[in-house]
Nanobody, 122 residues
Framework: QVRLVESGGGSVQAGGSLRISCTASGNTISSVCMGWFRQAPGKEREGVAV???????SYSDSLKGRFTISKDNAKNTLFLQMNSLRPEDTAMYYC????????????????WGQGTQVTVSS
């Protein structure tokens, strides 16, 4: 049974940094697209960043340069490094896996973790 468990969320002041993690079990993150999504209160879930089986990455245009997605295949763990955080980054952050392995459109993601809360104060 596939399971994705996020960790590392918390509260941080604007301008600060945070790294969140996602540990997978029941599947191998090295073989599929993995990604991070977020959902702020009252808003729809949006894609943040994705990484394919070969380590190629793609980001939401609005976040490029501040966030970095990476993975450790040996530990079956996905990461999201978030720098220069802003209050508008406050959201529940979700780890997800896709049905594809090379091209990683946001629409291909079909399995989700429970999320980890990130709160940025001004």
């Amino acid at each position: 049974q596939v399971r994705l468990v996020e960790s590392g969320g918390g509260s941080v002041q604007a301008g600060g940094s945070l790294r969140i993690s996602c540990t997978a079990s029941g599947n191998t993150i090295s073989s599929v697209c993995m990604g991070w999504f977020r959902q702020a209160p009252g808003k729809e879930r949006e894609g943040v960043a994705v990484i394919n089986r070969y380590g190629a990455t793609s980001y939401s245009d609005s976040l490029k340069g501040r966030f970095t997605i990476s993975k450790d295949n040996a530990k079956n763990t996905l990461f999201l490094q978030m720098n220069s955080l802003r209050p508008e980054d406050t959201a529940m952050y979700y780890c997800a896996s896709a049905s594809t392995s090379i091209a990683c459109p946001f629409s291909a993601f079909n399995f989700w973790g429970q999320g980890t809360q990130v709160t940025v104060s001004s």
